[in-house]
């Protein structure tokens, strides 16, 4: 019975710190099955109230960085109360795995999923709050100009970051034999608010993530789609369909029009230079009133991966964003 208890115990230990959590058999033959089994109910005991007491500070922490960024809207540039509440967070959790190598970009079941973000979103150019606890841009600001109208006024209202594994023979996507490969997608759900209506939006971003060093990730984003988040064949959304018929027929071509001439030669030029460079595609109007994308030399942006479990991960990206989501059952 001693030494079922004691290898049970080594189990424990391997997914644990080995700092706090070396289990030692104990082998002398002179002691006695009672010493034997004492003495592994003694090291069980200090191992189950070293890990109880780790895994409620870790969720203590947790707790605190996520009230932070409810608190201040999502935004993850308060930097002192946010890092702290970060570096809080690392700590422990580097205590808890001891010397071991962490590699956490390498693991990808640990990685796929559906996140939901907690940080707002990182675009620039925010609009004056209204002091709902909403953030608003326009659809030119957050789309970097991708979308039109460019002044139509934007809430978002959620971010979904979706990892999956990519199939082998997914469309546009070359997988790597040596190594994982995942999904990227960004599922951002809008509302556009016009005076009349307010209209729900659905904004994806499509890409891939594959690992690049033990806590980094590879990141390329290929194409993006503007769509209803709506049926718009439906009697009830009637009102929400002419509305959106409304504001997109025809909506990159009435940009144009207005457009001075030094500024039509300006983006005439850009546009040339971004296909030149990336092979971008830009959005054109469409009959289903729906504005896509194509990027097809993508750009590889990159993530490192700051924190990461079964139910939150924390990573900051090339352009030094702090990304803070939360895993979706």
């Known amino acids: 019975g001693a030494l079922l208890l004691t290898k049970q115990l080594a189990r424990i230990s391997q997914t644990t710190s080995s700092s706090i959590s070396t289990i030692v058999i104990f082998r002398t033959y002179s002691s006695t099955p009672i010493e034997f089994l004492r003495a592994a109910v003694e090291r069980g005991a200090l191992l189950l109230t070293k890990l109880t007491m780790t895994a409620d500070a870790k969720a203590e922490a947790k707790d605190a960085l996520k009230r932070l960024l409810i608190e201040h809207n999502g935004d993850g540039k308060h930097e002192q109360e946010v890092e702290k509440a970060l570096d809080t967070l690392i700590e422990l959790a580097t205590n808890e795995r001891g010397d071991g190598d962490w590699e956490p970009a390498q693991d990808m079941a640990l990685n796929v999923g559906r996140w939901r973000s907690v940080t707002d979103h990182p675009f620039p150019g925010k609009l004056p709050d209204h002091g709902d606890g909403k953030t608003r841009w326009t659809l030119g600001r957050m789309s970097f100009g991708m979308f039109a109208p460019t002044k139509a006024v934007c809430v978002i209202e959620d971010i979904i970051n979706v990892v999956e594994p990519v199939g082998e023979k997914e469309e546009g996507v070359e997988k790597n034999a040596e190594s994982w490969k995942c999904t990227y997608t960004n599922d951002v759900s809008i509302v556009i608010e016009t005076p009349a209506i307010k209209i729900p939006t659905k904004l994806v971003n499509n890409g891939v993530c594959y690992p690049q060093s033990s806590v980094r990730m590879g990141v390329e984003f290929?194409?993006?789609?503007?769509?209803?988040?709506?049926?718009?064949?439906?009697?009830?959304?009637?009102?929400?369909?002419?509305?959106?018929?409304?504001?997109?027929?025809?909506?990159?071509?009435?940009?144009?029009?207005?457009?001075?001439?030094?500024?039509?030669?300006?983006?005439?030029?850009?546009?040339?230079?971004?296909?030149?460079?990336?092979?971008?595609?830009?959005?054109?109007?469409?009959?289903?009133?729906?504005?896509?994308?194509?990027?097809?030399?993508?750009?590889?942006?990159?993530?490192?991966?700051?924190?990461?479990?079964?139910?939150?991960?924390?990573?900051?990206?090339?352009?030094?964003?702090?990304?803070?989501?939360?895993?979706?059952?």
């Open 222 to 329: 290929s194409s993006g789609t503007l769509q209803p988040a709506f049926d718009m064949s439906k009697p009830e959304n009637e009102s929400l369909a002419e509305a959106w018929k409304e504001l997109f027929d025809g909506a990159i071509a009435k940009e144009a029009e207005q457009k001075s001439y030094l500024a039509a030669i300006g983006g005439w030029a850009m546009g040339k230079m971004l296909y030149m460079m990336m092979g971008l595609e830009p959005p054109v109007d469409t009959s289903e009133f729906t504005q896509t994308y194509q990027i097809r030399r993508p750009y590889v942006g990159w993530v490192d991966t700051l924190y990461i479990d079964h139910n939150l991960r924390v990573t900051r990206g090339n352009k030094g964003t702090l990304v803070v989501v939360e895993r979706m059952e």
